[in-house]
């Protein structure tokens, strides 16, 4: 069946220490990819998306993702977090065949930034 | 900057009653979504419309309508609300259908059917 993973239901780091957030995906062929942040009581942001070509992907906020088609993997990194980083963040995909509407998000990782 | 406004952050209703989510978004946006977001669920999307009009189901559409008269306002109706629909709703809106158009979220309302 097709899915996107999101591993990792809450990660805790250290402000100033590296992140990487984890998404996995099963589709027949490879899907457009998405990260967005839900900051607390707010609704969700794009930080970036990858449709082809060079795999590293880089965002709003300092974020970059990198797509490993080999682990059907969109892997979600920063080199130093911020306190204020600190939401829930989702990783989605859009297959490529079928309608662009169908935004399938994964169950999302809560990110807690200890100062 | 685009602005995607849902008219109540907090709802409570009573079982059995017909409730009405109202968002509204400000650019002239052809398509809008909603979604709901329930704990270790993520989002899941309930219905979505193309334009004035048109609407297609979502993944999870049972007991859910909408409706969508004019193309700035997308109305999510709860027609017999039911204690299972307790969650936090969000409205989404995009320019148009193309994969490079981000979705713009609302800040969501968090209904209680109690």
């Known amino acids: 069946a097709q899915s996107v993973t999101q591993p990792d239901i809450h990660i805790t780091v250290s402000e100033g220490a590296s992140l990487e957030l984890r998404c996995n995906y099963s589709?027949?062929?490879?899907?457009?990819l998405f990260w967005y942040v839900q900051s607390p009581g707010q609704g969700l942001q794009l930080l970036l998306k990858?449709?082809?070509?060079?795999?590293l992907v880089q965002g709003i906020k300092g974020f970059e993702a990198e797509f490993k088609r080999s682990q059907s993997s969109f892997n979600l990194r920063k080199p130093s977090v911020h306190w204020s980083d600190a939401a829930e963040y989702f990783c989605?995909?859009?297959?490529?065949?079928?309608?662009?509407?169908?935004?399938?998000f994964g169950t999302g990782t809560r990110l807690q930034v200890t100062l | 900057d685009v602005k995607v406004t849902q008219s109540s952050r907090y709802l409570v209703k009573r079982t059995g009653e017909k409730v009405f989510l109202e968002c509204v978004q400000d650019?002239?946006?052809?398509?809008m979504f909603w979604y709901r977001q329930d704990p270790g669920l993520g989002l899941r999307l309930i219905y979505f419309?193309?334009?004035?009009?048109?609407?297609e189901k979502g993944d999870i559409p049972e007991g859910y309508s909408v409706s969508r008269e004019k193309k700035e306002r997308f109305s999510l109706i709860l027609e017999s609300a039911s204690t299972n629909q307790t969650s936090m709703y969000l409205c989404?809106?995009?320019?148009?259908?193309?994969?490079?158009?981000?979705?713009?979220f609302g800040n969501g309302t968090r209904l209680t059917v109690t």
């Open positions: 990858y449709f082809s070509g060079d795999t």
């Open positions: 419309s193309y334009d004035v009009k048109m609407k």
């Open positions: 989605a995909v859009v297959p490529h065949t079928g309608t662009a509407s169908k935004l399938t």
């Open positions: 989404a809106s995009r320019e148009e259908s193309g994969y490079n158009s981000p979705l713009h």
């Open positions: 650019m002239d946006h052809e398509n």
């Open positions: 589709y027949g062929a490879t899907p457009y």
